[in-house]
């Protein structure tokens, strides 16, 4: 098949979910071969969106060219990839892509109508010879890839957790990702947002774009706790062990979403792969080993 590009630009705002800084995203056709890359206009710099480039991966995915940086790419690098964008320039003037309401939906949702252009160049999809996967012992993730005709990703995740128990989720290439993938929220365990809210992160969160899943039964302080965090006055906890804020999309939205990082993080292997790719336990971190070990066995 052909690449393709966006029709027209796409302009989206909003605040970063771990820097809380407030950004203007532009996204642009772009000529073929272009790939996907990252401007930041305030500073000049154009940072291709590619595994060699990512520098953090604590609780989201940044790229880096010198001291300019894009935090949280892979929202918009998986719908980019859900939609079967090749090229694209993506012009942003801060550091931090905006969460907006935690998945990829409102992008999908203003591309999808329009639909794509066609290029005149061909796709060159990324092919491997042979299975490789990287492991993290310690947190005993895995990520696997294997040579197929056609692109799949696929998760199993098990958190140890009374509230999301096992959960898994697949997506194949064709299949119906605005619908079923990038509605999917990210999601946050309460007893680590105070943890994170020490380190500086999560700065732009609120309850509109997190799914927060409380783990242990919640006593009124714990209460009283979370709507004083939030500056929510009445937030209470569902009888699944989510907090009352938002209602899940599916009953497996967080594993869904892990799925929607998956191929945002893989995509910085910069194009699509003819591979399954499966996940146990998948985080950025492994995701971007995962991506950067894909990027060294290309065929
Ligand atoms: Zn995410």
């Avoid at 020490?198 to 609120?206: E, I, P, Q, S, Y």
């Amino acid at each position: 098949m052909n690449q393709q590009t966006l029709t027209r630009n796409y302009t989206f705002e909003g605040r970063g979910l771990h820097t809380g800084k407030y950004a203007h995203l532009t996204l642009m056709p772009a000529p073929v071969d272009y790939g996907i890359r990252f401007v930041r206009t305030d500073l000049e710099v154009e940072i291709p969106a590619l595994a060699s480039k990512v520098t953090r991966t604590d609780r989201s995915t940044t790229i880096s060219e010198g001291d300019a940086s894009v935090v949280t790419v892979e929202h918009l690098m998986s719908a980019l990839t859900g939609l079967g964008v090749d090229n694209a320039r993506i012009e942003i003037d801060n550091e931090e892509v905006p969460i907006l309401d935690g998945s990829a939906e409102r992008y999908v949702r203003a591309i999808a109508p329009d639909g794509l252009q066609e290029q005149d160049g061909e796709r060159v999809y990324i092919e491997f010879t042979e299975e490789f996967e990287v492991r993290d012992d310690q947190t005993g993730s895995w990520v696997r890839v294997t040579p197929s005709d056609k692109m799949s990703f696929g998760v199993k995740v098990d958190f140890n957790s009374r509230v999301l128990g096992v959960q898994t989720a697949h997506w194949t290439e064709n299949a119906d990702y605005v619908g079923q993938v990038a509605p999917c929220r990210t999601f946050v365990f309460f007893h680590e947002l105070e943890f994170l809210a020490a380190r500086g992160l999560v700065k732009g969160g609120d309850v509109d774009n997190a799914i927060v899943i409380v783990e242990h039964p919640a006593s009124k302080e714990q209460i009283d706790n979370m709507c004083k965090f939030f500056g929510q006055p009445r937030l209470a906890v569902t009888p699944k062990g989510y907090l009352s804020n938002i209602r899940l999309h599916f009953p497996n939205e967080c594993g869904r979403h892990k799925l929607l990082d998956l191929i945002g993080d893989m995509r910085l292997m910069g194009g699509f792969p003819k591979a399954v790719i499966t996940a146990y336990k998948p985080g950025h971190t492994i995701n971007s080993a995962a991506s950067r070990a894909a990027l060294s066995k290309i065929k």
